[in-house]
């Protein structure tokens, strides 16, 4: 039997410092030097979540760092997803599935039967492969929430860890946010910390010179690395953090897009490919005022389809998305997007609210039930010649992804046939096209990461535009990992991070 592999954890002095970003960059910095990595993230809160080849639910972001790292995601790498919902609870996905919907306290009373399934998937991991970079989850000096934590120290003791601590400077305060979480560990957990990270810097390095040595002398810790501010688009987004990040959805450009910012918006990270398309901006909108002069109104994905679509009608969006749409301007719904696009919401076994039945906002076709099982596939579809925005890419092959709780009643015009749900063969359409064209709703995650039907979208804006189409558009976005992991080992001592771990690099 062969030794349990490795592990390297990265916690952060807060959410949102760059814990992902690293993570991936390590995943596949060290599959460059020829060793076999996985990810894993014990528990994940996010909205934004990613399909396995067997059908499991996980966190985008471990599904991108097992992409960086070159291998197939698996439910081992996030055994619990928390995704929140209405009325401050959370549905918990466990190893894929989702099993309940609970609060807090219920969630805390059943850490610890869910600890020893952190455990065994951590421990299949590391029989199958050389490293595994871990991810923690806030920050580990969450005093108040120390004696219910199974993402941070105690997964780093369970895999006995060394851990990389990352702050980020652009915040401002990342010396006190450095030093101040380390304060507050534990003696034990504070000796697991090897190195220190400083992320997200501009600027001339040299001026944080004598910051550094303090920090350094104070900590008992060596600073590792200074990593510069990189572009947030070289990993894909993993909450809503990633909304407010300007950078990731492109400046104001000839084509405008408006996206709905829902209070349980889920899967945004399926507008990423157009806002990295050059002369194309994603904006994320409130209210009414905000969809003025869009080329195209877009409904994503909720947690909350019930709880959007009331949110929408009481700010008067639901209004003016319907007069967009009675104006002939492009709509687009995605998943929960695409139920509220239909004529109702029906909830007979109360799946997702009180309510039994929801007026949507009936501009197309279909009508919704949710039931309790969820579908979680990926699919294969082909491009349908009924639908006029996705024109020029009819006939074309499409890969995406589906995770939802309803089941929506068929529609005479879809713009999309699948062809392949996981292993099954079929042949059955998905979404709708309104009557007039400019209306349409599907279930496929995912389909914009596809060059030809991005390219044939942005077509069809700008020839309702009247604007010339831009040749670039569709684009293969080549490999973005290979940029992150060239940056970030290009600023962090890889050597001694590998040395924490007892490996050699590059691999002798």
């Not at 499991?56 to 995601?73: L, S, W």
């Not at 004598?210 to 990993?235: H, K």
């Not at 080992?489 to 007892?502: E, N």
Request: charged share 20%; hydrophobic share 45%; with cysteine.
């Amino acid at each position: 039997m062969s030794a349990a592999a490795p592990c390297l954890m990265v916690q952060g002095t807060a959410s949102g410092v760059g814990k992902s970003l690293l993570a991936a960059a390590f995943c596949r910095i060290f599959a460059r030097a020829g060793y076999r990595v996985a990810p894993f993230k014990s528990q994940n809160m996010a909205l934004n979540a990613a399909v396995t080849l067997e059908g499991g639910e996980i966190g985008r972001a471990q599904a991108a760092q097992a992409t960086a790292a070159g291998i197939e995601p698996t439910v081992d790498m996030n055994p619990i997803l928390l995704k929140p919902e209405p009325g401050y609870r959370s549905q918990v996905v466990v190893r894929g599935r989702a099993v309940t919907s609970v609060t807090w306290r219920e969630y805390q009373r059943m850490q610890a039967e869910l600890l020893p399934i952190v455990a065994e998937s951590l421990a299949r991991l590391r029989r199958a492969w050389d490293l595994v970079i871990i991810e923690g989850a806030g920050s580990p000096a969450e005093i108040n929430l120390r004696d219910s934590d199974i993402v941070n120290m105690k997964v780093a003791r369970m895999a006995d860890a060394p851990v990389l601590l990352v702050g980020d400077i652009d915040r401002g305060g990342v010396f006190a946010a450095l030093l101040g979480t380390l304060a507050l560990l534990d003696a034990v957990d504070r000796a697991r910390v090897g190195g220190l990270i400083v992320n997200r810097f501009r600027g001339d390095e040299t001026v944080l010179t004598a910051g550094l040595s303090e920090l350094s002398a104070r900590a008992g810790v060596p600073v590792l690395g200074v990593v510069p501010y990189l572009d947030a688009r070289l990993v894909p987004s993993e909450d809503s953090l990633d909304l407010d990040e300007r950078s990731r959805w492109g400046t104001r450009g000839a084509l405008d897009i408006a996206v709905v910012r829902l209070p349980l918006i889920s899967n945004f990270d399926d507008f990423e490919p157009l806002a990295a398309e050059p002369g194309v901006s994603v904006r994320f909108v409130r209210s009414a005022d905000e969809i003025r002069g869009a080329d195209v109104v877009v409904l994503p994905g909720s947690k909350g389809t019930v709880s959007d679509l009331q949110w929408l009608f009481a700010t008067g969006l639901a209004q003016a998305i319907q007069g967009a749409a009675a104006a002939g301007r492009p709509v687009v719904g995605f998943c929960g997007g695409y139920q509220m696009l239909g004529a109702a919401v029906h909830d007979p076994d109360r799946v997702e609210s009180d309510a039994p039945s929801t007026r949507a906002l009936g501009l197309l076709p279909v009508s919704t039930t949710f039931v309790r099982e969820k579908t979680t596939v990926r699919v294969r579809a082909r491009v349908a010649a009924t639908c006029a925005l996705f024109a020029s890419a009819a006939g074309t092959e499409v890969v995406a992804y589906e995770i939802h709780a309803g089941r929506t009643s068929p529609s005479v015009l879809s713009p999309f046939t699948i062809e392949q749900r996981g292993d099954v063969p079929g042949r059955d359409g998905d979404g709708a096209v309104s009557s007039s064209g400019n209306v349409v709703g599907t279930y496929l995650h995912g389909l914009f990461a596809n060059d030809s039907l991005r390219r044939a979208f942005l077509e069809s804006l700008a020839d309702r535009k009247g604007i010339a189409c831009d040749p670039r558009w569709g684009t293969p976005a080549g490999d973005s990992y290979e940029h992150l992991a060239d940056a970030v080992a290009g600023t962090v001592d890889i050597g001694a991070v590998a040395k924490l771990v007892g490996l050699s690099f590059p691999r002798s």
